[in-house]
């Protein structure tokens, strides 16, 4: 069965802060792996990686994934309020369907 | 870019209703929508893929006759909850995806709740 696990399931800091999120997964087959900020509506689309040691960045946000080792970090820099959310990981399988595996989210919250 | 729209935002009726959200792409098509249940503090749970035209697939568990999913066009997905009981009551997103291997694009999600 696949599985997506991201870490840590929460997070606190203070405003200003930088953090990295985890995001490890085990399936079968792989195309991309994205991530996803969600605060009181759905998710929003923050990146979609396919290969390895690529970053991707947008503002202070940035991400990197790892095929060998199967996980992907999401970077926050210099954190700011605007920055709390649950952070969403999934794996888009390759199988034609499209389904995405997704993780459980990490919960950040930034304290002003 | 890659703007959905989901309505209404959120509904609440008596037990019995039948309630329909609509899922909109509103900047590009969409071959694919997918219906996703998200209950609090819980990650999304995948009710349904539809492909325009095509009858959509039912996730394991979930029943066909209780969530009828339309995709009549490129842009337009619909889920009708029938006869909506209280333990429908939940947080109802909506996806689309252009073409194959792009990445899903969700709308603002319903809060349904049944009373």
């Known amino acids: 069965e696949d599985k997506v696990v991201q870490s840590p399931l929460s997070l606190v800091v203070h405003e200003g802060d930088t953090v990295t999120l985890n995001c490890s997964y085990e399936v079968t087959n792989f195309r991309s792996l994205l991530w996803y900020k969600q605060e009181k509506k759905a998710p929003t689309f923050l990146f979609m990686l396919t290969s390895s040691g690529i970053e991707k960045k947008s503002g202070r946000l940035s991400s990197i994934l790892d095929k060998k080792e199967l996980f992907s970090i999401l970077n926050i820099t210099a954190t700011q309020t605007g920055d709390s959310a649950v952070y969403l990981c999934?794996?888009?399988?390759?199988?034609?369907?499209?389904?995405?595996?997704f993780g459980t989210g990490t919960r950040l919250t930034i304290i002003p | 870019g890659a703007v959905v729209s989901q309505h209404p935002s959120r509904v609440i009726c008596k037990s019995g209703t039948s309630v329909k959200i609509e899922c909109r792409s509103l900047?590009?098509?969409?071959?694919?929508m997918f219906w996703y249940r998200q209950f609090p503090k819980q990650s999304l749970m995948l009710m349904a893929t539809s492909n325009e035209g095509s009858k959509a697939t039912y996730e394991q568990g979930v029943e066909k006759d209780k969530f009828l999913i339309n995709h009549a066009s490129l842009t337009l997905s619909t889920l009708t909850v029938t006869s909506a009981h209280p333990e429908d009551s939940s947080f109802y997103i909506c996806?689309?995806?252009?073409?194959?291997?792009?990445?899903?694009?969700f709308g603002d999600g319903t809060r349904l709740s049944i009373l």
């Open positions: 900047d590009f098509q969409a071959t694919t």
């Open positions: 996806s689309a995806q252009g073409t194959s291997g792009q990445p899903q694009h």
């Open positions: 999934a794996v888009d399988p390759n199988f034609g369907n499209e389904k995405l595996t």
